[in-house]
């Protein structure tokens, strides 16, 4: 597999290097393997047992074999990764399948194989309890039996071990599975960095999407060679460079901002429509205005898509919505906001039919990707005077919180600032006004601070969607036919 011919320049390209944060400790795990086997070199053969350094990731852990020459390896000899959702099951058995190997005793010239330490130690120590116990008076055809066990344990379970965690994980070896897992692994070992030492949102879902598509491509490998999956990881690849250069330029916008004094702002990161919660940063920000907008936006698209010419329905779209303020969980940020694909309207669990007449209202003459607040129906509606003919949003929206709260369905759920809310909360070329204590006058937040708003919402929304859509739920409802 040959690397992307155009990367982006932010997507960083420096591969990977055993234990690149701590020099010394590939020196001193190097040294300490050399003496329990022996280094890498051309004589080795293909049956030749390497003594390998591990080293452990966020995301999986490395296997490096130490070169004859006293440098450092370039290419890992083996590549583990764990699950996205990686349990306290999974990282026990990464633990496990990382352990320094067991030191062994070769056994006579003649005889071929060797014997575990911890298996001679215990036959010894089983020699000296047998005789023991035989002298106490216990039979023979008891005590001899079990002080051979305990060394054949010690010599066959580390294996059937070895076999149980390697359930639990993904590893490939071999240069070409290796070197392309590696490519990865940079990309996302970035991002990984970048996510722990931030609280930020964007950040977080791009890492977790990074070990999705790392575990994927593990598996991939596992089953194919890079040559017969090359159209599959390609497509990783290319989805591991996007999102290598979007956390490179929120990272870069985060230092300007840094540098431009922004970073001493209450921990709210107090911005023109209130304080944003942690992880939702502002685009441009909006100017104050006193006159009304004259250009308003019915949505907002996530994706650059083609215009349709004709009314047409179009299902791939977005219902975001404001609801009652809620926890989920002690000590989380207060959730207010919600957004679902429109199918969720279909949804046995909520009122019907209104939420199949809601969809049906909601997927008319629409652009693909295009978010749609509650209050642009509303404003569609008449103003809300022809909401009785379509459904009572009210129990709709609860319903969908409720869908949301209890996993059946995927949901982007924000909390946003009290001005950004109160501005998806109204129709396309209404006006938010609130008063400026310090200026001592109005300032009026329009459509184009709207539109602001639902471009950040759609920010979210495109890290969220990278990977695959949100799911609706199952067992849907089928959708109500246009009246001619």
């Known amino acids: 597999m040959d690397p992307l011919h155009t990367p982006p ?67 890992p000899h083996r590549v583990g990764v764990l699950p996205p959702d990686a349990t306290c099951t999974d990282r026990l058995a990464v633990y496990w399948l990382t352990r320094r190997p067991a030191r062994r005793i070769g056994l006579a010239a003649s005889v071929p194989g060797s014997l575990r330490c911890a298996a001679a130690v215990l036959a010894v120590i089983g020699c000296v309890a047998a005789l023991h116990a035989v002298g106490a008076g216990v039979p023979a055809g008891i005590a001899w039996p ?67 598509l790392l575990w994927d491509a593990a598996g991939l490998l596992q089953s194919q060679d890079t040559r017969s999956a090359s159209a599959q990881l390609i497509g990783r690849e290319r ?71 004709d009314d047409a329905r179009t299902t791939d779209v977005y219902l975001l919505f404001a609801h009652e303020p809620y926890y989920p969980s002690p000590g989380t940020q207060e959730i207010n906001t919600t957004l679902v694909a429109a199918a969720s309207l279909l949804h046995p669990r909520v009122r019907q039919p209104d939420g199949a007449r809601i969809h049906d209202r909601l ?16 404003h569609e509606l008449g103003g809300g005077a022809d909401w009785p003919q379509v459904g009572d949003w009210e129990t709709v929206t609860t319903d969908l919180v409720q869908l949301v709260r209890a996993g059946e369905c995927d949901a982007l759920s924000l909390g946003l600032p009290e001005i950004a809310r109160a501005l998806i909360c109204t129709g396309p070329y209404s006006q938010v006004r609130a008063f400026d204590a310090v200026a001592g006058e109005f300032i009026a937040y329009g459509p184009a601070e709207r539109a602001a708003v639902l471009a950040e919402v759609g920010t979210f929304l495109t890290c969220l969607v990278a990977e695959q859509d949100l799911w609706p739920g199952d067992g849907l409802l089928p959708s109500l036919t246009r009246p001619v």
Not at 242 to 254: H, N, P, S
Not at 283 to 303: Q, V
């Open 9 to 75: 320049r932010t997507a960083p390209q420096q591969p990977l290097r055993p234990f690149a944060c701590d020099p010394k400790r590939w020196d001193k795990e190097s040294s300490r393997a050399l003496r329990a086997g022996h280094a890498r070199g051309p004589a080795c053969s293909a049956e030749c047992e390497l003594v390998l350094v591990y080293e452990r990731t966020g995301w999986g852990w490395l296997a490096w074999t130490v070169p004859a020459d006293g440098g450092t390896p370039e290419l």
């Open 146 to 212: 079990l002080a051979l066990l305990a060394p054949l344990l010690a010599e066959h379970l580390p294996g059937r071990f070895d076999e149980r965690a390697s359930e639990h994980v993904r590893s490939v070896e071999g240069d070409a599975a290796c070197r392309y897992l590696q490519r990865l692994a940079v990309l996302h070992t970035c991002r990984v960095r970048a996510a722990a030492g931030s609280d930020r949102y964007e950040l977080r879902r791009s890492a977790e999407i990074g070990q999705n």
């Open 239 to 309: 989805l591991m460079v996007q999102l290598a250069g979007q956390v490179t330029q929120i990272l870069e916008r985060t230092r300007t901002e840094s540098r431009s004094g922004t970073e001493n702002q209450p921990s709210g990161q107090e911005g023109p429509l209130g304080p944003y919660p942690p992880g939702f940063e502002p685009a441009t920000p909006p100017t104050r205005r006193r006159e009304p907008g004259t250009a308003p936006l019915k949505g907002y698209r996530p994706m650059a898509q083609a215009q349709s010419d």
């Open 363 to 378: 997927t008319q003459g629409r652009e693909p990707g295009e978010i749609i607040p509650l209050a642009t129906l509303t």
